[in-house]
C-alpha cells in the first residue's frame, strides 16, 4: 500500500481523461506544495455526501490518481491541469490534517485482446450516437468526432468519460474487471440515458464536469 494525498470532488476521474481544478482553499494549497515537491502525483475520489469545500465530506471508497501537467498561480487560487491514471481502491482514510490522505491500493490495470475489436467498436458507436443525441438538448462537453487515443484500452477509457452518462454510472464503470465489463456496461448506461432524453423528450441531466 502507498500514502496519497487526496481530493476529494463532486466528480468522478476516469484513466486518460483532463482534469481542471481551481486551488485556493489553504489545506489544498498544503497539498499542492507538497504533490509538486515530490512526484507531482494525488488521488481524486468522488464524494458521496457534502460539498467539495469545507471538509467533512463523505467519500467513495474508489478513486484514480491523477498527474499534473501544468499549473498556473494566481492571485488568489492556483489553477491545475491534471490527468487521470491508475485506478486505485481506499484501504484507510488517514487524519485530515493538514488535509486528506488515505492508504491506498492500486487496481490491476486492464487488459486487452484481439476478439474485443467489435465490442469496442459497438461501444464507440453507442457513446458517440448519445452525444449527438444529448447535443440536442443541453451543452455536452466532448464532441461527437471528439479524437480518441490509438491505443485501445486508454480509448476505451476515454469513451468512458466523454460519455453523457450520470456520475454514479461513471463510478461504476471505474471499478471495472475487464475490459469487456467495461465496454459492455458502458453500452448499457448509454442505452438507457438515450431512452431517458427519448421517453422525457426533454434536456438530459448531466451531473459532471
Known amino acids: 500500500m502507498a500514502t496519497l494525498p487526496m481530493f476529494p470532488l463532486g466528480s468522478v476521474l476516469i484513466p486518460g481523461m483532463p482534469l481542471t481544478l481551481r486551488i485556493f482553499e489553504?489545506?489544498?494549497?498544503?497539498?499542492?506544495?507538497?504533490?509538486?515537491?515530490?512526484?507531482?502525483?494525488?488521488?481524486?475520489?468522488?464524494?458521496?455526501?457534502?460539498?467539495?469545500?469545507?471538509?467533512?465530506?463523505?467519500?467513495?471508497?474508489?478513486?484514480?490518481?491523477?498527474?499534473?501537467?501544468?499549473?498556473?498561480?494566481?492571485?488568489?487560487?492556483?489553477?491545475?491541469?491534471?490527468?487521470?491514471?491508475?485506478?486505485?481502491?481506499?484501504?484507510?482514510?488517514?487524519?485530515?490534517?493538514?488535509?486528506?490522505?488515505?492508504?491506498?491500493?492500486?487496481?490491476?490495470?486492464?487488459?486487452?485482446?484481439?476478439?474485443?475489436?467489435?465490442?469496442h467498436r459497438r461501444a464507440e458507436r453507442c457513446v458517440r450516437r448519445l452525444l449527438a443525441t444529448a447535443s440536442e438538448y443541453v451543452d455536452v462537453p466532448w464532441s461527437v468526432d471528439e479524437q480518441l487515443s490509438d491505443d485501445p484500452i486508454m480509448s476505451a477509457w476515454q469513451l468512458a468519460g466523454i460519455a453523457p452518462i450520470q456520475t454514479l454510472d461513471r463510478y461504476a464503470l471505474l471499478g471495472s474487471t475487464s475490459l469487456p465489463e467495461l465496454l459492455e456496461r458502458l453500452q448499457g448506461f448509454c442505452a438507457e440515458a438515450d431512452e431517458l432524453i427519448r421517453l422525457t423528450a426533454g434536456p438530459l441531466e448531466i451531473d459532471d464536469d
Open 26 to 119: 489553504p489545506r489544498y494549497r498544503a497539498l499542492f506544495a507538497d504533490v509538486m515537491a515530490g512526484d507531482a502525483e494525488f488521488g481524486v475520489v468522488l464524494i458521496e455526501r457534502g460539498t467539495e469545500v469545507g471538509g467533512g465530506d463523505q467519500r467513495f471508497s474508489r478513486g484514480t490518481v491523477a498527474h499534473v501537467r501544468g499549473y498556473r498561480e494566481l492571485e488568489s487560487s492556483i489553477m491545475v491541469v491534471a490527468t487521470g491514471g491508475r485506478r486505485i481502491d481506499i484501504e484507510r482514510w488517514l487524519d485530515d490534517d493538514p488535509y486528506p490522505r488515505a492508504e491506498v491500493r492500486e487496481i490491476a490495470p486492464l487488459t486487452w485482446s484481439d476478439d474485443l475489436v467489435d465490442v
